[in-house]
T-cell receptor, first 110, second 115 residues
């Protein structure tokens, strides 16, 4: 079936280090969304990418959508303790279904 | 606006019992969905609806029923609870009128334990 794979599963960083999580789909996606979930909380929307090769920035966060619209990445520059949480990618392979990746849990040590 | 609300927050069931998880949104969103979240497996789509009277199956629909009689409400029914249904359940909604921006708004979740 349609799958959205996300790596790594966990990442431990020292505060100030950079962090990247990668998302890969077995099929072409019409769009990809990124969410952040704090421990004990619910997913919160960060951004949506629609166009092939699209790059968007939100302060220290940079999001990319691959040329083939099958992969995406989220890069955080100079992590802070407030970045702690699980980052999910979610894609629409077609129709109305949105498929989530398993998430990357980020731990930041002060 | 309250956004997306879910009740109850916590529930303990015995195997074989049935129950309904409630979800409501006050944003007039067409699209609503139910996900379950298990450790290390992300969010898996159970059922979704693109409007009142229209529902469809997601990735893991077995053991669950849904209905959408109004735009606001999208209840999830567990017909005969099993320990494998122990999970955190999230309801989400989004507007389909703007295809460029399909932000999904999530409710706070229902934590379900089936003994």
């Amino acid at each position: 079936g349609q799958q959205v794979m996300q790596i790594p599963q966990y990442q431990h960083v020292q505060e100030g280090e950079d962090f990247t999580t990668y998302c890969n789909s077995s099929t072409t996606l019409s769009n990809i969304q990124w969410y952040k979930q704090r421990p004990g909380g619910h997913p919160v929307f960060l951004i949506q990418l629609v166009k092939s090769g699209e790059v968007k920035k939100q302060k220290r966060l940079t999001f990319q959508f691959g040329e083939a619209k099958k992969n995406s990445s989220l890069h955080i520059t100079a992590t802070q303790t407030t970045d702690v949480g699980t980052y999910f990618c979610a894609g629409r392979p077609g129709g109305f279904k949105t498929i989530f990746g398993a998430g990357t849990r980020l731990f930041v040590k002060a | 606006n309250a956004g997306v609300t879910q009740t109850p927050k916590f529930q303990v069931l015995k195997t074989g019992q049935s129950m309904t998880l409630q979800c409501a949104q006050d944003m007039n969103h067409e699209y609503m969905s139910w996900y379950r979240q298990d450790p290390g497996m992300g969010l898996r789509l159970i059922h979704y609806s693109v409007g009142a009277g229209i529902t469809d199956q997601g990735e893991v629909p077995n053991g669950y029923n849904v209905s959408r009689s109004t735009t606001e409400d999208f209840p999830l029914r567990l017909l005969s609870a099993a320990p494998s249904q122990t999970s955190v359940y999230f309801c989400a909604s989004s507007s389909r009128t703007n295809p460029i921006q399909e932000t999904q708004y999530f409710g706070p979740g229902t934590r379900l334990l089936v003994l």
